[in-house]
């Protein structure tokens, strides 16, 4: 059978209220209705804010681009960053993707800004592992991983066997806050995800046999090449890079200078300085999977700014 598997990261899927209305929108002669919420209980109420604000929801023109995105790829299954939580991402399946995935899965993880891994499924999900709690051995009074790293068992549709195991990750951002020593906080983050990295391959060499069928994916905010990432890369376990020439499903978006290559998910762009094409989503198989890989792919965008999200989803093809 061929299966393909991808990765998207859907650039904050929230589903908070904002309890905003246009008065102008309702007739006059039903503006006398009033609205009002009352918190009866005793005791403290609890609203999810991000530095001192309330979180937004995903404008719905937004969430309707990526869900074209999504069905467009059609794939069998998908790993999923930045959704709020799994009722987020069931009823972005149920009305937005038609139902296009029967199975679903999102633990919370750590991000205080509520943005959590998940992933999206046609074939049955088996285990489940968060290991959201693990530590690195330079750093034990905290959990390494900033949002989580998600192991999910897919099975074929009778569930009688484990087709693979996904390792679903979001490694810390490369963002500098605003009044933060940039060298000093840029080369902090940059040392958590080398940590986050060398934590990844000891996990699953930790859980799973060298022939073990799996796949490492998601949103490593760095370059396959990068020294924060040479753990994983070019470590024990002999990951292959499965998006080393991927296909893109149209050209990159006219720029000077032109991206140098199509292994890139994710543009930024500096004032007064050339954009920077990176792949920072990325899919390693395994040994024994990486002999079985048919194909590589992009869904590449049309605007600079991204369709719907800064990352553009990627996604190979394997026949099992």
Known sequence: MEITVGTFNLNNLFSRFNFRANVDAIPEEERDVTVSFEFTEEGDYWFRTFRGRLIDPMPEEQRAVLAARITTMDLDVLAVQEVEDI???????????????????????????????????????GGVTSWQHEVHSADPSRPVFARDLLQVEILNQARSQRLLTLFNNHLTSQYVSFGEDADSAAAAKTERRRRQAETVARVVEARLRPDSPYVILGDMNDTPDSEALAPLAQGPLGVVDGLADPDETRPAKADVPPPGSSAWTHRFKESGEPARYELFDQIWLSPSLAGKQTGAFIERRTLHSGDGSDHDPA???LSL
């Open 87 to 125: 009722e987020a991402l069931k009823d972005f399946n149920r009305f937005h993707l038609g139902g296009l995935y029967p199975h679903a899965v999102l633990i919370e993880g750590n991000d205080a800004r509520f943005i959590d891994v998940g992933v999206l499924s046609k074939l049955p999900i």
């Open 315 to 317: 996604w190979v093809a």
